[in-house]
């Protein structure tokens, strides 16, 4: 039989002499205004922090309004602050000239962490591949092992989205554009740095990504003697020879000085200048007029002589 009062729970003192209001300001982030000398970045932070045009003006903003939006950052257990999401802004006010800035302190585990920062930086305007794709790979880890964890998972949920297909759904692109920028990651740092520069497309930079380091520095080193890039279509033929490990250096010179079917070989062209003729034509004659004439007369000989050689 179960005692009278024995599931009563009392509320503590803190409840019984603060409102409701108090109650619910407590369970709010609050903002603190922390220094710049005890946040530190992120390890391993993807995104570059670049002193261009666009961090100017955010610099110019921080000198005239102060930072607007607060940073989020967790403890390090080594003292100070990690940033999570806000590293160009602690950067601006550096160059500002300003010692502190606006944070929201989190307790973050590490993956959830990473997911954050991958996400709060990657609705940006300006993000290189490189970092898209450090930044894709580094979010898909993390939900992995989240999924690993019994403590975050559960068979009642239901089936559950395949990691590449959560980091879509963060980053706004498709599953399949986010499982490419990731295989960028297997380039070398110098094919790397042509997809970032523009000079080498993202969708042949992929097919290239399953070649050796090896082959990416012979491929390179014929990119640069030659002056060329390759199509979608001779990257796929690269990968194929590589596939079947025959891409030596003729291979690739191969593949790439072959012409495509569907173009056809230019035809060799015969030019005579018009000095050369034009004391055999009327005064103010075109060159279209010399050309038509010439081509007649030509007409004319070729029947003369099928004529005599019958």
């Known amino acids: 039989m179960r005692e009278y009062g024995s599931n009563i729970i009392l509320p503590s003192l803190d409840n019984l ?16 205004i922390l220094p710049l000398s005890e946040l530190h970045p992120f390890e391993g932070h993807p995104f570059q922090v670049r002193d261009d045009e666009e961090m100017d003006k955010m610099v110019d903003s921080v000198k005239e309004y102060g930072v607007m939006t607060p940073a989020i950052v967790r403890p390090r257990r080594d003292g100070g602050y990690e940033i999570v999401a806000g590293h160009r802004r602690c950067h601006a006010s550096q160059r500002a000239g300003v010692d502190t800035m606006p944070c929201i302190v989190r307790e973050l585990d590490d993956d959830t962490a990473i997911i954050l920062m991958v996400d709060s930086n990657c609705q940006r305007e300006h993000i290189l591949p490189s970092e898209k794709a450090k930044a894709y790979q580094m979010k898909l880890e993390a939900i992995k092992r989240q999924g690993r964890r019994s403590d975050l998972t559960s068979s009642q949920v239901g089936t559950k989205l395949r990691a590449d297909e959560c980091v879509a759904q963060g980053s706004g692109e498709s599953r399949n554009q986010v499982q490419r920028y990731i295989r960028l990651n297997n380039l070398t740092p110098d094919l790397m740095q042509l997809v970032d520069d523009g000079r080498l497309k993202t969708t042949p930079a992929v097919e290239l990504s399953y070649l050796t380091p090896e082959e990416q520095e012979e491929f390179l080193s014929y990119m640069e003697e ?27 010179h191969g593949i790439m000085s072959a012409r495509s079917p ?49």
């Open 17 to 32: 002499f603060s409102s409701e209001q108090e109650r619910q300001d407590a369970k709010l982030e609050k903002i603190q």
């Open 226 to 252: 030659e002056g060329c890039t390759p199509s979608l279509s001779q990257a796929q033929k690269l990968k194929a020879a590589s596939k079947e490990s025959v891409l030596t250096k003729d291979k690739i």
């Open 262 to 310: 569907s173009v056809k070989p230019r035809e060799p062209q015969l030019t005579i200048a018009v000095s050369k003729v034009e004391r055999y034509f009327p005064k103010g004659c075109t060159s279209e007029q010399m050309e038509s004439t010439i081509l007649k007369l030509l007409e004319n000989y070729y029947r003369k002589r099928q004529d005599y050689e019958r």
